[in-house]
């Protein structure tokens, strides 16, 4: 017979002394967060841990928009890449905290408030560094160790009982950014030579001391209350909206090579279609850089936007890693594609913050299209029976569906109604997509056509021989949309 063990004494040997306690049968007391001595002797008040979580907020909020800020104008491919990434982390992880401050009733809950002068001017010098070298090692020698200290510090200091969900945010976000640190500091090793390090060692020290005025990050250690002196911001930093891009990318204006038109006609195999669709993927390296201008120019929106807008951003960034990852494996050096930078240059430099929100909308909400949007390119890419390309679209498509209703509960509701949305958008297009014979005339481009030496590489790799009619395809972007739909025609730009 099977004895009931929640019947006999012996199975619960709760003890009396915190040193002794233990659960039924041996079981972890408190649910294995703390032993019976660690939650008797450990916490932090409510106020306490409040003025942590407000310190952590505000530098997440901070390194969000240094990451974002400084995206744009990041020429290395792969840095703007993790910059995206950083920031997707920081807006997340600054939303759960703020909403956590929220629950312990502290109001009025100061999240908009500095928590430290001192604070604010180190996060600033970050900002402001002028160069990739001293960004680098002012964010991940600097700022995110200082993130991961107060992180590890509130875990190790309050009670993992009272004060749980505090303890479960911050593991969790700690998970994150010790990836960021991770990948962070591979990039300083990469790319920090020891003469640049030398030569920014007088700036770095004032970094660490701007933090002890603060009690460091998180006030823990008493604050020294020194006044350093502002060594890179002594202008405050203006945001730069001219996308950068590394040596690997050539001839920048050329809109020579119209991908949409090849994707689109019903005579062409997939297989050359899949180029384009993989080139395009990559040519999305300018959402981010255009979506980092809107978030650097709309500060005072409320939180849900800078996450969700951050989450796009991101999105984007992915899909251009999906293209890189797609060429790659198609045997393309992608370095041989001119990826314009035309449509993030005109957006940012052309149109106000508004304007590009309703463009990125108007685009996104013509790629639910099922002829023309994302459900065709994933049907182009099944046809292909290319699984990658396959999996590359289906996620393309899915993140899509998604953006097109980030546009519809932020900028719709700010212009009034969709159809006012896309009247923008619409509008904001024909700004842009005038310039092809301009770029021409100033000597930027010669629209080279770059198409028929990478099908070649491409059908070369793939073992067949290319289609003469397509190693002809020379069909340019000159007269592609300028008066016309953007809805109609999605293709002309994916995001
Ligand atoms: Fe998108
Ligand atoms: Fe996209």
């Known amino acids: ?55 952590l907020h505000w530098s997440l909020k901070k390194m969000h928009r240094i990451f974002v800020s400084r995206i744009t104008s990041m020429p290395i491919y792969e840095l703007k890449m993790a910059f995206s990434l950083h920031a997707y982390y920081c807006a997340e ?35 402001a ?16 160790p200082a993130v991961l200290r107060a992180l590890e510090r509130v875990i190790v200091d309050t009670n993992r009982l009272f004060d749980h969900p505090t303890y479960r945010i911050c593991r969790l976000t700690l998970v994150e950014l010790q990836d960021v640190q991770s990948y962070g500091t591979n990039a300083v090793g990469c790319l920090v030579e020891e003469g640049t390090r030398r030569d920014l060692q007088e700036w770095v020290a004032t970094l660490d001391r701007m933090l002890a005025a603060a009690g460091d ?50 005579d062409v195999a997939p297989f050359p279609k899949l180029i384009m669709l993989f080139y395009k993927r990559l040519r999305e390296i300018d959402v981010p850089e255009m979506m980092a201008s809107i978030l650097s120019e709309t500060s005072d929106k409320p939180s849900g936007y800078c996450r969700y807008m951050t989450r796009q951003l991101w999105d984007e960034a992915r899909h251009a890693m999906m293209g890189e990852i797609g060429l790659v494996a198609m045997g393309i050096d992608w370095t041989d594609i001119p990826i314009d930078f035309t449509w993030s240059l005109g957006l940012n430099t ?28 994933w049907k182009v890419a099944l046809a292909s029976a290319n699984p990658l390309a ?33 009247a923008l958008g619409e509008k904001a ?25 990478i099908y ?24 592609a949309r300028t008066d016309g739909s953007v809805r109609e025609t999605a293709g002309v730009r994916g995001a």
């Open 350 to 377: 052309m149109l106000t913050s508004k304007e590009r929100h309703a463009l990125l909308y108007t685009v996104e909400h013509g790629l639910m299209q099922k002829k023309t949007g994302k459900q065709y390119e």
């Open 429 to 453: 297009s024909s700004k842009i997509l005038a310039n092809w014979r301009k770029w021409k005339e100033e000597g930027l481009t010669e629209h080279r056509n770059w198409w028929p030496e």
């Open 129 to 144: 560094a002028p160069s990739t070298e001293a960004l680098l090692l002012g964010l991940y020698e600097y700022a995110i």
């Open 456 to 479: 070649r590489a491409a059908c070369q790799h793939q073992g067949i021989e290319p289609d003469p009619k397509l190693l002809a395809y020379n069909t340019t972007y000159e007269n």
């Open 390 to 422: 396959a999996m590359i679209q289906d996620y393309d498509w899915a993140d899509e569906v998604l953006h097109a209703r980030i546009g519809k509960d932020w900028i719709v509701p700010e212009i009034g109604s969709q159809a006012e949305a896309l």
């Open 93 to 127: 992880h600054l939303g759960e905290l703020a909403a956590r401050v929220r629950e312990l009733r502290q109001p009025p809950y100061g999240l908009e408030v500095s928590p430290h002068a001192s604070l604010d001017l180190f996060f600033d010098e970050i900002l």
């Open 1 to 55: 017979m099977v004895q009931d063990r929640t019947q006999t004494g012996k199975q619960h040997p709760s003890g009396t002394s915190v040193d002794s306690y233990a659960g039924f049968g041996g079981l972890p007391p408190l649910v294995g967060l703390h032993s019976m001595r660690e939650a008797a002797t450990t916490g932090l008040t409510v106020g306490e841990s409040v003025a942590r979580l407000k310190r």
């Open 217 to 266: 990050l998180d006030g823990k250690k008493e604050p020294t209350g020194e006044e350093v002196a502002r060594h890179f911001s002594t202008l405050p930093y203006k945001y730069d909206p001219v996308p950068k891009r590394d040596v690997r990318f050539k001839d920048s204006y050329n809109m020579g090579v119209n991908a949409e038109a090849l994707l689109f006609a019903s």
